[in-house]
């Protein structure tokens, strides 16, 4: 390190190094990497069903930036540069939905999502341009601060310190990278593949069971792979299921496999639903596995959705916000939230009843209710 390098880190500052290999930088991405990818993953309808329902949702919120004012009131920040990059788009190529559903796909599937953050002459947050997780590298410098190396499509590597980059991470070992639930129980996932292997090779095969054919005397090699070349060309496969096999010269046929009923495979599969659903935290009947479901416990499924599963992504989103796109004056005056209203619509009525029993008891009035709704107060209005 030289004495530049060790003057900028006393006083809090780094600059990018230029040298791959300097020994300053610390390699820390190195808890990536297992038998499951999140392609593979992402091949099991149900963790593409799980993913999808939670990206697609909170990407379709409204996320909005608010102005404190007063003890308790608040109002859209709407000329503030960063609510137009976190409500309507945050980059030339996508809007807001796109972006902030790419960002939440990559949590759930690599444990981490990284942007970069673009500020203009005034040092506001103009842009927000998305990196693939797979392409950055988490680097911890000497001062206990983070640096990121992001290898472009380009073929150019680009390091960025740590205040020009929006990192959201999932629940992590290190405080650094996060690690995202198939990595974590990634054994759930790959029986979940192998299941679905078996029951693919099954069908491919026509649904027959595998059997031994006894021959009464010793076949050579030879003799082997041309028997069984023609018994998988005449038998097996989906085209040839339900032919009566033609045997000769005393050959036997005897099953040894299984069948599916047997194995109850789809007793398996099933279980695999609710297994994976139970590592993003969804409620099965939100992916579709609707055997538990009726009317009455669907509505009470889909509240706890919104609390128990979208719930720790909207704060990580809040948070991670306040933490690098607003400044520390900023974050005494602005604050970002989701508007998760339009989820709990169903349950108005029983909402309605809450308020106006909490109003005609006293110990609510109209302005905290409105709060509770997301709505400014009358006071404010007026």
């Known amino acids: 390190m030289t004495f530049l390098d060790r003057v900028l880190g006393t006083i809090g500052l780094e600059r990018r190094a230029s040298n791959p290999s300097d020994p ?15 392609r593979s993953a992402e091949s099991v309808s149900a963790v593409y069903a799980c993913v999808s329902a939670i990206s697609e949702t909170i990407a379709s919120l409204p996320l909005i930036l608010y102005r404190r004012e007063g003890d308790d009131g608040r109002n859209r920040a709407k000329d503030h540069p960063l609510y137009k990059v976190l409500h ?12 902030r559903e790419q960002m939440q796909a990559s949590v759930l599937l690599r444990g981490n999502a990284y942007a970069e953050i673009r500020r203009g002459y005034d040092g506001q947050v103009r842009e927000l341009l998305p990196m693939h997780a797979d392409r950055v590298q988490v680097l911890k410098l000497d001062t206990g601060r983070l640096a990121y190396e992001w290898n472009r499509d380009n073929g150019t590597t680009r390091r960025l310190l740590q205040e020009e980059v929006l990192h959201l991470r999932h629940r992590s070992d290190n ?51 041309a028997v069984g070349d023609s018994w998988a060309s005449q038998y097996a496969g989906a085209a040839n299921a339900g032919k009566t096999p033609i045997l000769e010269s005393g050959v036997d046929y005897t099953p040894l496999s299984m069948t599916l009923e047997d194995a109850e495979w789809l007793g398996a599969r099933q279980f695999s639903v609710e297994e994976v659903c139970r590592l993003f935290r969804v409620p099965p009947t939100v992916v579709g596995d609707l055997r538990h479901g009726n009317y009455s416990n669907s509505v009470e499924m889909a509240r706890q959705f919104v609390t128990l599963t ?66 400014p107060a009358r006071s404010i209005n007026a």
């Open 24 to 38: 300053y930088w610390t390699n820390m991405s190195a808890l990536r990497g297992n038998g499951v990818t999140p």
């Open 88 to 99: 309507d788009q945050p980059n030339g190529q996508q809007t807001a939905l796109e972006f």
């Open 175 to 225: 405080g650094v990278l996060g690690v995202s639930p198939i990595s974590a129980a990634r054994e759930v996932v790959e029986l979940a593949i192998a299941e679905r292997e078996h029951g693919s090779a099954t069908f491919r095969n026509g649904t027959k069971a595998s059997g031994v054919l006894k021959f009464p005397g010793t076949l050579n090699p030879e003799q082997r792979k």
């Open 310 to 375: 979208l719930r720790r992504h909207l704060s990580m989103w809040e948070q991670s916000i306040a933490r690098c796109l607003l400044t520390d004056a900023g974050r005494r005056v602005y604050f970002a939230e989701h508007s998760v209203e339009g989820l709990l619509r169903g349950d108005s009525l029983a909402r309605a009843q809450f308020y106006e029993r909490a109003i005609t008891d006293g110990w609510m009035d109209t302005d905290e209710v409105r709060r509770l709704e997301n709505l």
